[in-house]
């Protein structure tokens, strides 16, 4: 039987080898063909040779790009990758097919790509940028091909677990003999025994794919000057050149450093705010005093954020309460709140803490609930008063809770929420309270420029990303929980 | 206890007098401004519009003027009705895909599930971003349709994986025992999981029907026709672009008076708004204050 089985793969492997490097070589051959059909410098409507395979095409060039078309260095790699995959691993033919499906999604991605928009030069302006794109796409293709090689690499310690297992299973001298399964066939199994489960979670994996990676593919018309006609992929692409428009406007450093302030504010106020209340509230001996204030203090936090706002606006007018406050306390010329930038963080993050401070605290709360009463009692043995208890005993209790909650924030330090600030910010303003996400907003939805918009938002979007990453690696490193 | 009481030191005793009266304080501050919207939205609008202080009673005599002129205003019904049917057809659609995924995911031995999981809380980390969302939802044909707010926001990924959190930890002797009585995931889902999850199942939908409640952001980039407003867009227009107009014009409210109306309306259509969801959150308060503790156990 162990024999007979070791020849099976081999005779497999035939044909799998042959099928790879046919897909390979089909695919590499048409990314080559409509690359070159495609080559045409869109000023000029000159040929340009971009594959030196412009004999295939019939347009023969009337001049050479002289630098290779990422596409095409992709499209090799991948070739490359896929017939060493078949002639070296044919067993892993599951991911030498993945590795093809690769390059066909990358081939139709850039169909439409492969012209240049070149000044009837090809020189190192505009073009340079795109160019630099292309080879970005070109490296994270890499990646992912990369990545498929480490997926593999822990694919062979499952193989040898199975020859292990297989030696097992040979010196127990099961009767009738054993197989242990391929991976395909683990696959086939797993899915003829789970499809029902499956297919409950196709619909959510159908919603992420359609409205969250949909829009990650959107993110492409940062590169370029996006227009309807042109769609995603027709329209100019500009490179990088929305990057360098908005990082020597004026409103790149008036927005970052908006948005640093707002979150930075809101973390030294709003952050010890509810632990400060938890704390407190936990010294309470009254039980139902504790559960009324409870009660009250969270009230604030199911208004909605609309009537919430135009609370705030309406109070903060001229005529409103905090007008009146401001002259009860003798200012007989109240200022609107929200019509002079001074004033407009604080009342961002005064506002914050009114409607989440009791929010905010139940989970500190909950964090106190759980410390061992019998630490309190061992302290009260030791002569620790109330204050040195609470230093000695409840801080230490509640600090995991704190610093995993710390961490959240600054993770989020670059996401201010938008919403809140688009209902109460106005042309007055600006000057502190344009973040980088309601700037994102302002040129993207009202002034419809879609690409400069979603440009300054992938800026955003990367940092944000990196941020969550470094508060992981630290809370990872200093309280050993992280997120994933 | 009692005998902890004995043994307040005056330190302590001046901590507890300091901890109650700033509570009560912060009680007030947590309540007035509500109360004074209200004590404005029953005051004689003539008297409100002049006066300049802090108010703590009606001025004048009580009147339901303004509530009167907020009902005659066809957009606010218009409203509450267009957020009842996002926020139901919404929420069972939320419901329906997050119970079934995160029923599915929490499943053993799936050979899938671990690169589906990733696949999802990558999304958490990092999105396409507005307005390639925006262009998504162009590209579908949902811009001003009621589809378009439900559809793009199927799914909230914390509360995909609360719900997982919460299913895998339900026992997997109840499902082996359950299918040796020959019942399918489907049965297992509805008659064991459904039950014994109902807890967080309820907290789950809460979240989403609140989110529901306050969602005005999508509706307002993707909603054009008035007559599919939330009822939260709605309250914009009123609170914060001073559009009063569709309601004084048809009072019987002279020209003078104008301001004053519009002023008082502006009160009272913020009661009106927040009355029914500070009615029923003392009743739900329980589940969530439960639904932060789940959360914050980490998915």
New interface residues.
Partial sequence: MVAARKADPAKAADWKRVLIIVLCALTLASTLFLIQLNAVDRKTDEALSLTGLDFLTGNTPGKSAGVPHPMMIAAIIFAAWGVATALFKPDKFFYSIISAIFLIVAVFMFRFDVTYQAKGEFGLDKDALSFAFGWTLALVLAILNLAVVIWRKSERTLVLRRQELDRIYASANIPGGYKVPSTGA??RR??SK?W??????L???V??V??????????L?AFNDYKAKGG?LGSAWVGFQWYRDFFRSAYAWRTIRNTLFISFYNLLFGFPAPII?AL??N???SIK?KR??Q??????Y??????M???L???CST?G?F???Q??FGNDNPVNLLGDAKYFRSVYVGSEI?QRL??DS??YL?ALAGIDQEQYEAA?IDGA???KQVLHVTLPGILP?ISILLILRIGALMGVGY?KI??LYNGLTYETADVV?TY??RK??VDAN?SF??AV??FN?II??LL??FANKMSAILTENS?? | MAASRNLMTKGEKAFAVFNYIFMTLLCIVCIYPLWYVFVCSVSDPVQLYAQRGVMWWPLGQWSGRGYKLVMENPNIPIGFRNTLIYMGVGTLLNMTLTIMASYGLSRKGCYWNGPIMKFIAFTMYFQGGLIPFYLMVKAMGLLDTYAGIILPVAVNTWNLIVMRTSFAGIPDSLEESARLDGANDWTILWRIFFPLAQATIAVIALFYAVNWWNNWFNPSIFLSTKSKYPLQLVLREILLKNDTSSMTQIGSVGQSQQEQFRMLVKYCTIIVATVPILVVYPFLQRYFVKGVMIGSIKG
């Fill in positions: 683990i696959i797993d899915f789970h029902p489960v499956y297919l409950m979670v619909p959510a994996l919603f992420y359609l409205w969250c990676y949909g829009p990650m593919y959107g993110i018309i995603i209340l407190m509230l010294e309470m001996r005093f009324v204030v009660t009250i203090t969270y009230m604030p199911f208004i909605s954020l609309v009537v706002c135009g609370i606006t309406d109070f005529t309460l007008a009146a406050i002259r009860l009114w009791g929010w139940i989970i909950s009260t008063g109330k204050f809770t919403e688009i209902l996400s994102v907003y993207g939805i879609f918009s979603t938002n992938l979007s944000n990303f969550v990453v997120l994933w």
